[in-house]
């Protein structure tokens, strides 16, 4: 079998580092099964991925790989750093203990298990990952496991569309000051200021999500290339560390925001400063970094805070548009230009019939309530064909507004065939009107209206069949 010639199983799959991972594996040939219970996640970051690679996923898998993602927290507060593969594993929050198997569950613990938060059941779930991953492989000797220990992702992919916005409040950095910074959070929270750093805050190893994908791919490499792995752990870090005030100062800069702080005591189990030692995962993995190493690194235009994904993307095995003659459009991009065409026709619409009213007087609406309907329905469309205009060119430069995908969807499929219905009545109703009108300016104006009405009407039906094709996509998939 070649080695891309494989079906892998991504579990947590449209997760922040998940959706990274599986579009380089897609990327690299390899079919790809995502497995994910969208507890913290979307189905629309999934369809994202589909956008970005063009590929369908495989619904039949045969395993005895594996690629665990652990963590750097197994390491607790180590004695030194960088941390070493072989150090022993002192995990010292709950979450470390979780990823290193430390602490055995009692059934008193157990029993608790159901009433705890949701944030704090998921770390004891995963407590005895690594060593169960271990206990397989030596009951099994044919099972050949990775354990890959991350330091901390940020970051995004360079096209925008995929990056970190879970739901609810941000348990990492990056995104807890990306929502800061957009709005939703009033300020970050600095757990730790006067911890034996150059600054007073914790230091950690930031690294550039896609570098952490492309330790997945090594890793792959080295389970179908080598017959002696058992169950090894490897390092994906940067191997240098920053603190979270040099990450929030790095921010700052990058994007011309500042970001208010509030210095907090520190949290029980935090390590003061932690990094990796990458030599093992140079060595014998192959990987090396690629996005990157310092905090600016986080920071690319990719990572600006995204409310909403931008929906111009380029496939990944198509050139960048810069590298492009004559780049493929993307639909959104259609759904923009058609949604200014009926923006244009509504003010024409309605510029006639107020342009040329007063000139007529002010019978011409009192006798003729046919042109104040008329008038009403094309303002109206011109105000919602504005509101979706504004609303697609800030998604297309990366500033959306808060408003999930789904309940755009939804919102613009039922509003759209609404204003279409009252552009196709009111220039239904106007006709007899102007047959009334004989020859006069405000007949002319009329004419010009229902012109333009019923131009903004047809836009309008295109612009709800789009998004009812989008609507149906979605409860297709």
């Known amino acids: 079998m070649a080695l891309y010639d494989r079906t892998i199983l991504v579990t947590g799959g449209a997760g922040f ?3 990274h991972t599986v579009v380089q594996l897609l990327s690299e040939g390899f079919t790809v099964w995502i497995i994910d219970n969208l507890d913290n996640s979307v189905l629309e970051a999934i369809e ?20 665990f993602s652990s963590s750097a927290t197994v390491y607790g507060q180590p004695d030194k750093i960088p941390c070493v593969e072989d150090f022993n594993l ?40 690594e060593e169960i991953a271990r206990d397989i492989q030596k009951a099994e000797p044919d099972w050949k496991i990775i354990l890959l ?46 911890y034996p750093t150059r600054d007073g805050s914790a230091i950690r190893d930031y690294i550039h999500v896609m570098d952490l994908a492309d330790g997945h791919i090594a890793a792959l490499r080295k389970l179908f290339t080598s017959e002696d792995i058992g169950c090894t752990a490897y390092n994906l870090g940067t191997g240098q560390g920053t603190s979270v005030l040099e990450m ?22 935090d390590a003061t400063a932690v990094y990796a030692s990458t030599e093992k995962a140079a060595k014998e993995l192959g990987w090396k970094l690629m996005a990157g190493v310092s905090p600016a690194a986080a920071l690319s235009p990719a990572t600006q805070p995204l409310p ?15 590298t492009q003659l004559f780049p493929t459009p993307s639909p959104f991009s259609f759904s923009v230009a058609t949604t200014g065409l009926a923006l244009l026709f509504s003010f024409v619409s309605a510029l006639s019939l107020t342009v040329t009213a007063p000139s007529s007087g002010r019978a011409g609406f009192t006798k003729y309530p046919e042109l104040t309907y008329c008038l009403v329905v094309t303002i109206l469309a011109l105000t919602y064909s504005a509101f979706q205009l504004c609303k697609g060119i800030c998604d297309i430069t990366h500033k959306g507004f808060l408003i999930s995908d789904r309940v755009s969807d939804y919102s613009s499929f039922i509003l759209d065939q609404l204003v279409g219905y009252l552009l196709a009545s009111s220039s239904s109703v106007i006709i007899p009107a102007i047959q009334r009108l004989e020859q006069t300016a405000l007949w002319k104006a009329g004419i010009v209206s229902v012109c333009m009405s019923f131009a903004a009407f047809l836009v309008t039906a295109i612009c709800a069949l789009f998004s009812g094709y989008k609507l149906c996509k979605r409860v297709i998939w």
């Open 308 to 322: 909403t994904a931008s929906p111009v993307i380029q496939p990944v095995s198509t050139p960048s548009p810069s």
């Open 48 to 67: 994202r991925v589909r956008d970005l690679v063009g590929a369908e996923l495989s619904r039949k898998l045969h395993f005895n790989l594996m690629v």
């Open 248 to 269: 929030v100062a790095a921010f700052e800069k990058a994007s011309g925001k500042k970001i208010p702080i509030k210095l907090c005591p520190r949290r029980a189990g």
């Open 149 to 194: 220990r991350y330091f901390n992702p940020v970051g995004a992919h360079e096209s925008g569309k995929l990056g970190e916005d879970p739901k609810g409040i941000p348990n990492n950095l990056m995104p807890y000051i990306q929502q800061v910074a957009v709005g939703r959070l009033p300020e970050l929270n600095v757990y730790g200021h006067d």
């Open 17 to 19: 580092i998940g959706t």
């Open 90 to 129: 002192m995990a010292m929050n709950p979450y470390g203990r979780t990823k290193s198997g430390q602490t055995p569950l009692r059934q008193c613990q157990c029993s608790l298990i159901p009433c705890l938060p949701k944030y704090s059941l998921i770390p004891w779930l995963k407590l005895f990952l």
